[in-house]
């Protein structure tokens, strides 16, 4: 299957700083990239999608001024989340889908720990 | 009532069984239908991708799909210790690259050996 890769594997920052998270399909070309948040226990839960060379669609209760997305190529999408608080603590994950069979591949994910 | 339903288990299960994973949704427009493994802190893995009502073999793994019952299945045979992980159905109404998944909470399943 296609390789969906991402950048760093694990984050300890302080509260109010930024941390950028990247995503990148290794092997394909992706027009389209989702990010999703993940906590412990609990399912994936959408939070953008993300269209190259355009605005990222935010899900409904996802602050798109504290979680910005830039996809600026087939290839790689970032994460940025801005002034960051505990509660931002949390395993996020990338996604791709490819053009065709369409079958979607996650990255190994980025655990972000704000203290 | 939620798009799609999964019982998070925790299932425990003894190595050499059959194990059976299910899900429900409620949204008749889905068509794919995917089952994903997650090892606890990394991402999930494409298991398997079935379109439509049917059933797919792959290894030990089976994933069944009764569109009129709005039902799917995975069937794990002859479980391994190294199976013990998190299963979680996705499924989407288009097979459009834009198109994001909907997933159920996942399963949590253990096979002692």
């Known amino acids: 299957g296609a390789v969906v890769s991402q950048h760093p594997s694990r984050v300890i920052c302080k509260s109010g700083t930024s941390v950028k998270i990247e995503c990148r399909s290794l092997?394909?070309?992706?027009?389209?990239m989702f990010w999703y948040r993940q906590f412990p226990k609990q399912s994936l839960m959408l939070m953008a999608t993300?269209?190259?060379?355009?605005?990222?669609?935010?899900e409904q209760g996802v602050e798109k001024d504290k979680f910005l997305i830039n996809h600026a190529s087939l290839t790689l999408s970032t994460l940025t989340v801005t002034s960051a608080h505990p509660e931002d603590s949390s395993f996020y994950i990338c996604?791709?889908?490819?053009?065709?069979?369409?079958?979607?591949?996650f990255g190994p994910g980025t655990r972000l720990t704000v203290t | 009532q939620k798009e799609v339903e999964q019982d998070p288990g925790p299932l425990s299960v003894p190595e050499g069984a059959i194990v059976s994973l299910n899900c429900t949704y409620s949204?008749?427009?889905?068509?794919?239908f995917m089952w994903y493994r997650q090892y606890s802190r990394k991402g999930p893995e494409l298991l398997m991708y079935?379109?439509?009502?049917g059933n797919k073999e792959d290894g030990r793994f089976t994933a069944q799909v009764d569109k009129s019952s709005k039902y799917i299945s995975l069937f794990i045979r002859d479980s391994q210790p190294s199976d013990s992980a998190t299963y979680l159905c996705?499924?989407?109404?288009?097979?459009?690259?834009?198109?994001?998944?909907?997933f159920g909470k996942g399963t949590t399943l253990s096979v002692s050996s």
């Open positions: 996604s791709a889908r490819e053009n065709y069979p369409y079958e979607q591949y």
């Open positions: 092997d394909f070309q992706a027009t389209t």
């Open positions: 993300s269209n190259e060379g355009s605005k990222a669609t935010y």
């Open positions: 949204n008749s427009a889905f068509q794919y």
């Open positions: 079935t379109y439509s009502s």
């Open positions: 996705a499924m989407s109404s288009a097979n459009q690259a834009g198109t994001a998944l909907i």
